[in-house]
């Protein structure tokens, strides 16, 4: 079985105060749209060591189909501290796998069969990853595939070339309201206020922004997710705007993932961005009212 809808980039483990956890935006993408009945697959790379044959484990558990390429670096980590009054610090560690991902035959073979791809800036960091995920998305079909830029700023680990790079070889771009800020002073789009609690983004304050992205760089939809308050969908046609559902979080790992990899499989499947929409806003609601970032989506929503 071909057509793959392939996360590309990062895979790696999270050490928590609690324990490590796997982490990575790839592996979640992919294995959400799987649930949707096509064929997801993340595509990384991982060391020979422990950790390296720990993610194998927990992905084959989760019946999460992978292609990670094993390399002479150490399986990526993220060490996570708590400061005095609790807010996370991160060290994302560099020089580790995923940022070592090499341009093989077999991962030629993915792209050349993929109907869509979802890749951010993080592991793009590095020259050899870089290359590889730019080399990827020339090498999938021309026609009547979605190349998704979920963006996924963290830290230092971005740059004005990389998301360039990636908006002049994509066709949809996800963002949250707090990146859209920095996307759009880099780009020369004028100034967004960060949205606060209070004083969460409005149409007016974003729609100019998003639509200069989209024509400067022939997108054909640009996704800006605001947590609690909402998203939007902006496409040629006009704008999808869906409510945050309330529900009893139990923790928002992954939930943004299965918001694209949902998203992405309803277009696929010939849904209506406003529809398509709508079920991503279900399904990440799900997944942050359960544990981890790989939870089973109820058949109601995946139908």
């Not at 071909?2 to 490590?20: A, T």
């Not at 830290?155 to 759009?184: G, M, P």
């Amino acid at each position: 079985m071909e057509n793959y809808i392939v996360g590309l980039g990062e895979i790696l483990f999270d050490y928590l105060p609690e324990g490590k956890k796997l982490g990575g935006a790839p592996a979640n993408f992919a294995y959400h749209a799987s649930q949707f009945g096509l064929n997801g697959i993340a595509v990384s790379a991982i060391g020979n060591d422990e950790n390296g044959n720990e993610i194998k484990e927990i992905l084959k558990k989760q019946g999460a189909n992978n292609h990670l390429e094993v390399v002479e670096y150490p399986t990526g980590t993220v060490q996570v501290t708590l400061s005095g009054n609790g807010i996370p610090q991160y060290d994302i560690c560099l020089g580790v796998a995923y940022d070592n991902i090499p341009w093989t035959p077999a991962i030629e073979e993915i792209a050349r069969n993929s109907r869509a791809v979802c890749f951010g800036s993080l592991a793009q960091r590095t020259a050899v990853t870089r290359e590889t995920v730019q080399k990827f998305l020339d090498t999938m079909p021309a026609l009547g595939t979605l190349k998704v830029f979920d963006i996924n700023l963290r830290q230092q680990w971005y740059s004005k070339e990389i998301i360039e790079e990636s908006l002049n070889r994509c066709n949809v771009l996800k963002l949250n309201d707090e990146e859209i800020s920095t996307v759009a002073k880099l780009l020369g789009l004028g100034d967004v206020a960060v949205p606060t609690d209070d004083q969460p983004l409005q149409l007016v304050d974003v729609e100019d922004q998003c639509r200069a992205i989209m024509r400067n760089y022939d997108l054909q939809m640009v996704i800006l997710t605001c947590g609690i308050n909402g998203s939007f969908v902006f496409h040629a046609d006009g704008v999808s705007f869906q409510d945050t559902p309330h529900v009893e979080v139990a923790d928002t790992v992954g939930a943004g993932d299965s918001f694209t990899g949902s998203f992405v499989a309803c277009v696929l499947k010939g849904k209506p961005i406003a529809e398509a929409h709508k079920t991503a806003v279900l399904v990440s609601a799900y997944v942050c009212s359960q544990n981890g970032a790989m939870p089973e989506i109820p058949t109601e929503l995946t139908k």
